[in-house]
């Protein structure tokens, strides 16, 4: 059965390759995005079947894109298709929306596999990272599975996301339609949350926890 997709990735290359193998399947590609704010303006319009998501996206990450499109597109399955294999990073998108979590080194004939399932409606989760995401959960404390990531709000990724990408405090400010003050007062209280005391280590921790990624985030940076 021929179903309507939208690749969201920020390589060219790798939504070409997808098009192509997906296309030579039958299937439609109706919609492609480079970066997560493109994502969100064109997904719902197009309501494709599945949109598979890269979680490291410039803008806004595959997390939020994905937490947005559950509230505007309920009905687009969500596939993640990414490089990151973090037990915290998987459990958020999960949580997030997502219907599917893959490695972007899985085979092709996996990733039919998981759109075959997230369009009948079950959850799919990739072999390869599936026993080490069961393992933390069983190993991580009830009362907080993730730490301090699990308690950070959409806001606060998004803050850290942007000061790791190298946007200054006017330019995070705006998007988020706070003042330069308040955004610092933010930025201060999430470090210290994290016990970082540094741009660099925040983007350290950013590139660890899946919310940019290194080709994105510039350090020329945050004033």
């Known amino acids: 059965m021929a179903n309507s997709f939208f690749l969201v990735d920020d390589h060219d290359m790798l939504r070409e390759g997808?098009?192509?193998?997906?296309?030579?399947e039958g299937h439609t590609i109706v919609g492609e995005a480079g970066d997560g704010d493109a994502a969100l303006e064109?997904?719902?319009?197009?309501?494709?079947?599945?949109?598979?998501?890269?979680?490291g996206l410039p803008g806004l990450n595959g997390i939020e894109v994905t937490r947005e499109l559950a509230r505007t597109a309920p009905e687009v399955r969500?596939?993640?298709l990414s490089l990151h294999a973090e037990r915290s990073?998987?459990?958020?998108?999960?949580?997030?929306?997502?219907?599917?979590?893959?490695?972007?080194a899985s085979a092709f004939s996996e990733l039919l596999t998981a759109v075959g399932e997230v369009l009948h409606g079950r959850l799919y989760l990739s072999p390869s990272i599936a026993s080490g995401v069961l393992e933390g959960l069983l190993t991580s404390p009830a009362d907080s599975p993730q730490g301090a990531f699990a308690a950070l709000t959409p806001r606060d990724r998004r803050i850290i996301q942007l000061i790791a990408e190298?946007?200054?405090?006017?330019?995070?400010?705006?998007?988020?339609?706070?003042?330069?003050?308040?955004?610092?007062?933010?930025?201060?209280s999430i470090m210290a949350r994290l016990e970082l005391n540094s741009v660099a280590a925040l983007t350290k921790y950013a590139i660890r926890e899946g919310l940019t990624t290194p080709d994105i985030t510039r350090t020329d940076a945050t004033g």
């Open 166 to 188: 190298g946007h200054t405090s006017k330019e995070i400010a705006a998007r988020e339609s706070i003042s330069v003050r308040t955004l610092e007062t933010h930025r201060s």
């Open 89 to 104: 990073i998987i459990i958020e998108m999960l949580r997030a929306g997502a219907r599917a979590y893959l490695p972007k």
């Open 78 to 80: 969500v596939i993640a």
């Open 42 to 55: 064109t997904i719902p319009a197009a309501r494709p079947d599945v949109a598979i998501i890269d979680v």
């Open 18 to 24: 997808l098009r192509a193998l997906l296309q030579a």
